[in-house]
């Protein structure tokens, strides 16, 4: 597919076009070439007295439609601009495929964010009335959207000025599955980085939290991930969490999460290490209770584990266990997938967080040729109404949701929490509320200025090999956090009064 385009809106007419065509190759040219290229989307802008003309065109495999309008100068031309484009080209290509986007014309990862300003700014109501009517989104996704921003809402007003969470990477797995893309390494092909690996993360986050006291900033939750933090020993769980609290002030910390993920690198005596250094939320994440559906995407692992986990991890006495579940795995089904949901709430933990699958490219599944399915609705879309009535039949409600390039039906990942058990970190971080200090291998910092949306990141090595022989370097990267707050004090002075 090739996008013929005259102005600066490219990015969103290419995402637009990707949303109906994932497996095409796209490319976008600014000059027609003699021989014209099919199939060809043409999207052009021209400048007028009376405002900016519109003009999309869609041509492919013998179909030809084209829609035109006029953008009346305004404070907002540009944006209303870029929308009349792809409003014109949504409505084209809903023509040529049959087939409607449950989010509309939205391609970004966060629509909440976009849904909160607008409620702000002019109420909930008309907030869902311009979802549904100018970026035609569903009138599910739309109530979603309405739904979940209200528990984000509650959350976000916990966060001050100085306030950060800390993310701690484990970049190690027992395993990796099919449709990864993270940068995590196995054990096997690790094994001999583990060690070094983690005496500098003790290390790093002792300069950190150095780096956050002389900034005088407010550490409001933890959160251990990865990877698989318990693929880490106990011993090492151990001193990793005393490592946490003795360099960091936790008496602010309102959430303190390790994701022990994966059923076969938990036991008692790693839960116990997590238990008895306070940690008070943990994931276990079976993300199928199908053996085949395990077996297809490549986890070493059993449904039986997972039960046997989450027993184990509830005698021990946690109190906050997540659940993990990825609609649209390979091989599974509608019916499959609702045995897994019944089961999990069977179990009752106090959140769970349903995602869909996203295709990423550097996963085993993509590299091995399998593509999007783009004939009818989705399968995942059934497994995630089947989430919506039965989680909220349960007592669970929405509480923040995201979304990824290349999902399964163009759909999102949502955060579903019983009343008091809101995933705080997962807020926090997806809707870049303040700064996140991020330590180890693949971690990313994200400085926040506060009430504005401006943000710098300081990227950590992204591969442990990178992580330990860069070291030095990295922490001298981490200088950055000081000469910012330096420079943002009388700022956040003035916004504190």
Not at 111 to 131: D, M, T, V
Not at 363 to 378: F, I, K, N, P, V
Request: negative net charge.
């Amino acid at each position: 597919m090739t996008i013929y385009i005259n102005n600066g809106f490219h990015y969103e007419t290419e995402n637009l076009v990707r949303l109906f065509f994932p497996n095409d190759k796209i490319s976008v040219i600014r000059e027609l070439p003699d021989e014209k290229p099919l199939p060809l989307v043409t999207a052009l802008t021209d400048e007028t007295e009376n405002g900016v003309k519109v003009y999309v065109s869609v041509e492919k495999d013998g179909f030809f439609a084209e829609e035109s309008g006029t953008v009346a100068f305004s404070d907002d031309t540009e944006k209303d601009t870029e929308r009349c484009i792809a409003v014109h080209l949504y409505n084209i290509l809903v023509r040529l495929t049959g087939k409607k986007q449950p989010w509309g014309i939205l391609t970004g990862v966060r629509p909440i964010k976009l849904f909160r300003r607008l409620a702000e700014s002019c109420g909930e109501e008309s907030a869902k009335r311009y979802f549904t009517e100018e970026l035609l989104v569903s009138e599910e996704k739309t109530a979603l959207s309405a739904a979940t921003e209200k528990h984000e809402k509650k959350i976000l007003a916990l966060s001050k000025p100085r306030s950060f969470s800390l993310y701690v990477s484990i970049p190690f797995c027992p395993s990796r599955c099919s449709y990864c893309s993270f940068v995590s390494q196995t054990i096997e092909s690790a094994k001999k980085l583990i060690d070094p690996y983690f005496e500098l993360l003790l290390r790093e986050i002792g300069a950190t939290a150095q780096i956050a006291e002389e900034c005088e900033l407010t550490l409001e939750s933890v959160y251990i991930g990865g990877g698989t933090p318990t693929t880490l020993s106990a011993e090492q769980l151990t001193r990793l969490i005393a490592a946490l609290r003795s360099s960091f002030d936790m008496s602010t910390c309102r959430e303190f999460t390790v994701e022990a993920g994966r059923p076969d690198t938990i036991d008692r005596e790693k839960l116990l290490a997590i238990k008895n250094g306070g940690a008070d939320r943990i994931s276990i994440n079976p993300q199928t209770l199908n053996d085949d559906v395990l077996k297809a995407i490549g986890r070493r692992h059993s449904a039986r584990q997972t039960l046997d986990a989450f027993a184990l991890a509830r005698e021990l006495g946690f109190k906050h266990i997540n659940m993990d579940l990825i609609a649209g795995l390979p091989t599974d089904n509608i019916e499959s997938f609702t045995a897994t949901l019944d089961k999990i709430c069977g179990l009752s933990p106090e959140s769970v967080t349903v995602h869909t699958l996203a295709m990423k490219r550097s996963s085993h599944l993509a590299m091995q040729g399998r593509e999007l399915d783009t004939a009818g609705e989705s399968p995942a879309a059934g497994m995630l109404r089947y989430c919506e009535r039965k989680l909220t039949d349960e007592g669970y409600h929405p509480y923040y949701l995201y979304r990824q390039t290349r999902m399964e039906g163009n759909l999102e990942n949502v955060g579903w929490a019983k009343d008091g058990f809101d995933g705080l970190y997962n807020v926090f971080v997806m809707d870049e509320t303040h700064t996140i200090l991020g330590v180890g291998a693949g971690a990313v910092t994200k400085l926040k200025k506060p009430a504005s949306e401006q943000l710098e990141r300081i990227f950590n090595y992204k591969y442990p090999y990178e992580y330990i022989n860069g070291f030095e370097t990295l922490l001298s990267r981490k200088e950055r956090v000081k000469t910012f707050y330096a420079e943002l004090a009388e700022y956040i002075s003035q916004i504190c009064l």
